[in-house]
């Protein structure tokens, strides 16, 4: 090709060579265009490949999936028969008790749980979690958010985790320790407040971050809610959050909940909330983290008031080794307690303190130790004590670091 | 009157209304400004005194987001372990994947190093390829390109201004390459190790050899066992070059200096990683300065 266009350049000028230098300039120019549409073409030609891909074929379109399995070894000086029924007075009876993580001594497999998520079209994006247990299939959450909302709003519809509190979003495999925080226990019990229904966001459009937040709920909750007629549930909360330079962060909140109950009375509840961060570095930070939650429980010819907290502080050392205590406690539990004569209720308290390693991100290796007061096992109060090794690992699509 | 007004005031708002562009990293950032300047308010989300793949999630980043007009994003899953929840919760329709201001950077660029094969059993490899390649000062022109396509697009009134200065600073951009690369030529024969392969598109531009890297996998904590692997592959092959970037451990890299006499060179992996590294020049002089010394 580049000897072509030369020699016939050549050709081209000996048969004018009478001709004069305007027209021989001119000539040159149109062979120097002709050359480039040519080259052009063949670069278009040769980048451009023919479709392979199999005919009908949908793979490029599946859902990110994430598999999740959590497992422990627990040593706990408890029976697991007599366990499996503890009451945290006031709170749960040995009837309700439902426990989902971790109920035995010896080996437990938690779940195995499948995320999935996928962008539907421009308008909407598609979660759900289908939450494994021996026996067990649950739709953890299952719900979709908008994307192309206007002033900073988005909704999420479907079956979620409420955005109440710092806590009750986040999944079992995202929080610090492998028991739930025993205010949230106590006032939602192991599922944490979730139900389907309509949550609306607004983020406001400031340099600092605020977001108010609204949901509709139906209001399932047994532990605070469960009246079952209608949609009972209104949750609302105020979320802002500050930076001291670029290591320090803050995020704190209000929240409060209001539903019927399944004595059709009203229960309210308030929480607030407050998480600090100092990161170190890239991989070392110090987390510290509390809730206090009120509840108001109306009854028939009675009021429930209770509340509690829990503070931890979590220190990641670097990728692979983080420790961190936690104090649950119960502070007011001004409620019926003459199923409970003779024990004593007083002082509903627990005591946390973990080691993880993370060989790897995505897996995790916890060891625990927990000194447990809240809980009464075969009419009397016990403190327990145990010891828990837990696994857990999140194969597949790449999940977000939690803040 | 009341439309001179209305015609003043939108002439006021037009003036003023600059577009608020957040970029994930530093790099971008300082292209953004020297092709938008005084029509684009920039945001970095993510400081690079940090690991890149590890920018903490922080709640005031979504105040952030909620108020951009235009995300410019590295990709090839550089952001994948933070910016995806963020980007979900920050309620801006503007700026969602697919959306008229979003920028995936990573989609002009020729990646290197594609896996043949994906698993993590390779520690955290990226399928698209190694996402590092801003590194390069060769990259910059095609990501000023994408840049400037994307103001004009998305800020059509001030397209002109956009056009003009690319020119200006391409034109710039080219004269500090061809010195660039007269100078570099003199580090061709250099053979480096590196902590993590950040640095592979400027090695191969200039064609320096990198042997291995300090963390026996992407994303993986160096073992006692590879780093004495290294360390006699280093005296065999007469390496004398340690890369090491900022945020990374850097206990491995002296023990490796100490076995082999080798010069450790701390490298900005981003604009602002370093003290010398704020502009874009000083940040690939500053690599090429750490490499070659």
Redesign the interface.
């Known amino acids: 090709m580049t000897k072509i266009i030369p020699l016939s350049m050549l050709f081209t000028l000996s048969l004018m060579a009478d001709a004069t230098l305007e027209s021989i300039q001119k000539e040159l120019e149109t062979q120097k265009q002709k050359t480039a549409t040519l080259e052009s073409q063949v670069k278009a030609l040769s980048s451009a490949s023919t479709n392979q891909s199999a005919s009908f074929s949908q793979n490029a379109y599946l859902p990110d999936i994430a598999f999740i399995l959590d497992m422990s070894a627990v040593t706990r000086d408890v029976n697991n028969s007599a366990y499996n029924k503890y009451a945290i007075p006031g709170f749960m009876d040995s009837t309700d008790t439902e426990i989902l993580f971790n109920p035995n001594r010896g080996f437990n497999l938690n779940y195995a749980e499948v995320a999935l998520h996928s962008?539907v079209n421009?308008y909407f994006?598609a979660f759900a979690v289908f939450h494994l247990q021996n026996n067990v299939f649950e739709i953890e959450e299952a719900y979709v958010?908008t994307?192309?909302?206007?002033m900073?709003?988005?909704v999420k519809a479907g079956k979620f985790r409420s955005n109440f509190g710092r806590l009750n979003k986040k999944h079992h495999h995202s929080w610090h320790f492998d028991s739930q925080a025993l205010i949230y226990e106590a006032l939602f019990g192991p599922d944490s407040l979730k139900d389907p229904g309509l949550q609306l966001?607004?983020?406001?459009?400031?340099?600092?971050?605020?977001?108010l937040g609204l949901e509709v709920m139906q209001g399932n909750n047994a532990q605070s809610f469960g009246y079952s007629e209608n949609a009972n549930l209104l949750v609302t909360y105020l979320?802002s959050?500050?930076?001291i330079g670029?290591n320090i962060?803050m995020?704190g909140g209000v929240s409060y909940a209001k539903g019927k109950n399944a004595s059709a009375n009203q229960t309210d509840i308030y929480g607030i909330d407050f998480t600090l961060?100092n990161?170190f570095?890239?991989?070392s930070?110090l987390i510290w983290q509390s809730e206090y939650l009120q509840r108001e429980k109306h009854l028939d010819t009675s009021t429930d008031k209770q509340d509690g907290f829990y503070s931890e502080l979590i220190y990641e050392y670097?990728?692979?080794y983080s420790g961190g205590v936690r104090y649950d406690s119960i502070t007011k539990n001004e409620t019926d307690l003459s199923a409970y004569s003779g024990v004593d209720t007083d002082n509903l308290n627990r005591y946390t303190v973990m080691f993880e390693y993370k060989p790897?991100?995505?897996s995790r290796l916890r060891l625990s130790y927990t000194y447990d007061r809240s809980k009464i096992i075969s009419d009397e109060r016990r403190s327990i004590n145990e010891v828990m090794l837990s696994l857990n690992i999140a194969?597949g699509a790449?999940s977000?670091?939690?803040? | 009157m009341k439309k001179i007004i209305l015609s003043l005031m939108l002439g006021v708002s037009v003036l003023f209304a600059n577009i608020n562009v957040d970029t994930t990293y530093s790099t971008f950032g300082a292209i953004v400004k020297r092709i938008g300047t005084e029509h684009v308010n920039v945001t970095v989300l993510g400081?690079s005194?940090?690991?890149p793949h590890?920018i903490?999630?922080?709640?005031?980043l979504?105040?952030k987001l909620?108020?951009a007009d235009l995300l410019i994003i590295n990709g090839g899953g550089l952001e994948?372990?933070?910016?995806?929840?963020l980007l979900?919760?920050?309620?801006?329709?503007k700026i969602?994947?697919?959306?008229k201001g979003f920028l995936d950077i990573s989609h002009f660029i020729p990646m290197i190093d594609v896996p043949v094969s994906v698993s993590?059993a390779f520690?955290?490899v990226h399928a698209q390829g190694n996402p590092h390649y801003s590194t390069d000062p060769h990259q910059v022109p095609i990501i000023a390109k994408a840049i400037l396509n994307k103001l004009k697009q998305i800020d059509t009134h001030n397209a002109s201004d956009y056009d003009k200065n690319y020119q200006i600073f391409i034109k710039e951009w080219q004269t500090y390459l061809t010195l660039f690369d007269t100078k570099m030529q003199e580090c061709s024969t250099k053979k480096v190790v590196q902590y993590h392969e950040l640095f592979n598109y400027f090695l191969n531009r200039y064609n320096i050899k990198s042997y291995g890297n300090i963390e026996p996998l992407p994303?993986?904590?160096p073992s006692s066992r590879h780093t004495i692997e290294l360390i006699r592959m280093m005296q065999k092959e007469g390496i004398r070059t340690v890369l090491q970037d900022v945020?990374h451990?850097k206990k491995s890299a002296a023990f490796i200096a100490d076995k082999t006499g080798a010069r450790v060179a701390t490298l900005p992996h981003d604009l602002g990683a370093l003290k010398e590294s704020d502009t874009l020049e000083s940040f690939y002089n500053t690599i090429a300065k750490q490499i070659c010394h």
């Open positions: 962008t421009p994006d958010i994307r192309a909302l206007p900073g709003l988005r966001q607004w983020i406001a459009p400031t340099d600092t971050y605020l977001m979320k959050s500050i930076d670029e962060s995020l961060r990161q570095d890239s991989y930070s670097n990728n692979n790897f991100e995505m194969a790449h977000a670091h939690d803040y | 400081s005194k940090y690991d590890f903490v999630p922080k709640p005031s979504l105040a909620r108020r994948i372990g933070w910016l995806p929840p979900r919760s920050a309620n801006n329709a969602q994947n697919g959306a993590r520690g955290d994303g993986v904590a945020y451990e």
